[in-house]
């Protein structure tokens, strides 16, 4: 069983029990791998917030297009962040997207493991 703060010690709150519950059935080289490869991967709270800031100074939507979400990042773009209120939104929920969009990097980290050693090494 590996230990989740030995290899991704940045992590806090949900995201760290969700890494954890899935290092729990890795041994320590394959929980260096998945860190390795999720910490490259993954998006800080704080970029996300610091880039949705960047909605009110006429920069709507990089946060989306960072997170991977290209139509709502055109959308915002051309609409001054749907006229300020989805950037409004999405400053309150900041922590959530970088959440979501990092479980989603988590589930394909784990896949593209699973995919390169036999999934009989890699449980999800």
Aim: hydrophobic share 45%; net charge negative; charged share 15%.
């Amino acid at each position: 069983m590996a230990n989740v703060l030995k290899h991704l010690p940045e992590l806090e709150g949900m995201e760290l029990g969700y890494i954890q519950g899935i290092l729990k059935s890795m041994d320590e080289e394959q929980a260096g791998l998945f860190a390795q490869v999720y910490r490259a991967r993954r998006k800080d709270n704080q970029m996300v917030l610091i880039l949705t800031l960047l909605g009110f100074f006429g920069f709507a939507g990089l946060h989306r297009f960072v997170l991977g979400q290209i139509g709502l990042g055109i959308l915002y773009f051309f609409t001054i962040g749907l006229c300020f209120i989805g950037t409004i939104v999405d400053l309150v929920n900041y922590k959530s997207l970088a959440y979501e969009y990092n479980i989603k990097v988590a589930h394909e980290t784990l896949s593209m493991m699973s995919n390169s050693f036999g999934s009989e090494s890699v449980t999800s």
